[in-house]
């Protein structure tokens, strides 16, 4: 299947600084979406952006698809943003809405 | 979007026993998926549960060990059967609602002791 990296692994902020986290493909894709995940497990659909660029509020994400990555961007952190990103993508050719997962980046953003 | 709620939200239950997890969601959909999330790892396909047939099973993972049935297009379920403490994860149901957006349930979190 289609392997997905993100990076990096971890990730530690004071309030008010700005990320940048990246997820890199290995191969053509129909549908990449970022999640969070908060601490109580539940994942919270951020971006579905397969490409170009969205912006909603304090967050933006940008996929090159051509390029096969993508980035997310966190501006002004806030305490609660903590938790963990996650980028899924679905392979041209896969199974329709099969998403393959990276391995996510934990943020951890102070007061 | 869709709505999907899961019951439980979390169980304790001893080994050798077995857990079943049900997915509901507020509209009727394509695709249902399940998916499992072992601790602090990341998320694992299951198997896609599909509507009137048999589950379609990601390699290492078992119609035996895993039952899932999808009796119609808003619901299904996951039977964890004769656990043992490495079953211990998060489980989540998801559906594609064919909008090309993926939507997650709040997930079942299970301990087996």
């Known amino acids: 299947g289609i392997q997905v990296e993100q990076s990096p692994p971890d990730l530690i902020l004071q309030e008010g600084a700005n990320s940048t986290l990246r997820c890199n493909f290995s191969?053509?894709?129909?549908?990449l979406q970022w999640f969070h995940q908060n601490p109580w497990g539940q994942l919270i659909n951020l971006f579905y952006?397969?490409?170009g660029t969205k912006q909603n509020g304090r967050l933006s994400a940008t996929t090159v698809a051509t390029e096969r990555y993508s980035l997310l961007y966190i501006s002004s952190s806030q305490t609660t943003d903590s938790g963990v990103y996650f980028c899924?993508?679905?392979?041209?050719?896969?199974?329709?809405?099969?998403?393959?997962f990276g391995r996510g980046t934990q943020l951890t953003v102070w007061p | 979007s869709a709505v999907i709620s899961q019951k439980p939200s979390r169980d304790i239950c001893q080994r050798g026993t077995s857990l079943t997890i049900q997915c509901q969601v507020d509209?009727?959909?394509?695709?249902m998926f399940w998916y499992r999330q072992q601790p602090g790892q990341s998320l694992t396909l299951i198997a896609t549960?599909?509507?009137?047939?048999?589950?379609?099973?990601e390699s290492g993972f078992v119609i035996d060990k895993f039952p899932i049935s999808r009796p119609n297009l808003t619901f299904s379920t996951l039977t964890v059967s004769n656990m043992s403490p490495e079953d211990s994860s998060i489980y989540l149901c998801?559906?594609?609602?064919?909008?090309?957006?993926?939507?997650f349930g709040p997930g079942t979190r299970l301990t087996v002791t």
């Open positions: 998801s559906v594609w609602a064919g909008d090309y957006e993926q939507y």
């Open positions: 191969d053509s894709v129909n549908n």
């Open positions: 952006i397969p490409s």
């Open positions: 899924a993508v679905e392979g041209r050719g896969s199974t329709l809405g099969r998403l393959y």
């Open positions: 509209s009727q959909v394509t695709m």
């Open positions: 549960a599909n509507q009137g047939s048999e589950a379609t099973y």
